[in-house]
């Protein structure tokens, strides 16, 4: 039996979405953590392509990390340390993003 048998056999709608989260809601948490931990990142200066990496990225931190203290978020954003250089992240911002 597969899992898409098991969950119809006992009633439980097997396309249902346990994790949902839009990109607007995921940019949007990353925005407050950038606001607290390194706000001088002009985000609105990220060129599309990192901006979208830096959105889309957030799924699996969303997966791997708790959400307190903006842990999700903070991974993401570690993630891309090189596209937030270029949009203004220095040094002590690096380091308060570093919850590890």
Request: proline share 5%.
């Given at each position: 039996?597969?899992?898409?048998?098991?969950?119809?056999?006992?009633?439980?709608?097997?396309?249902?979405?346990?994790?949902?989260?839009?990109?607007?809601?995921?940019?949007?948490?990353?925005?407050?953590?950038?606001?607290?931990?390194?706000?001088?990142?002009?985000?609105?200066?990220?060129?599309?392509?990192?901006l979208e990496k830096l959105?889309?990225s957030s799924g699996e931190?969303?997966?791997?990390?708790?959400?307190?203290?903006?842990?999700?978020?903070?991974?993401?954003?570690?993630?891309?340390?090189?596209?937030?250089?270029?949009?203004?992240?220095?040094?002590?911002?690096?380091?308060?993003?570093?919850?590890?």
């Amino acid at each position: 039996m597969n899992a898409k048998e098991l969950l119809k056999q006992k009633k439980i709608d097997p396309n249902k979405p346990i994790l949902q989260i839009t990109r607007e809601d995921a940019l949007s948490g990353i925005m407050n953590a950038m606001e607290e931990f390194c706000p001088s990142v002009k985000i609105e200066e990220m060129p599309k392509k990192d901006l979208e990496k830096l959105v889309d990225s957030s799924g699996e931190d969303v997966v791997n990390y708790h959400p307190e203290d903006y842990h999700q978020e903070r991974s993401t954003l570690l993630g891309c340390i090189a596209e937030l250089k270029k949009c203004g992240l220095n040094s002590e911002d690096e380091d308060r993003l570093d919850f590890c």
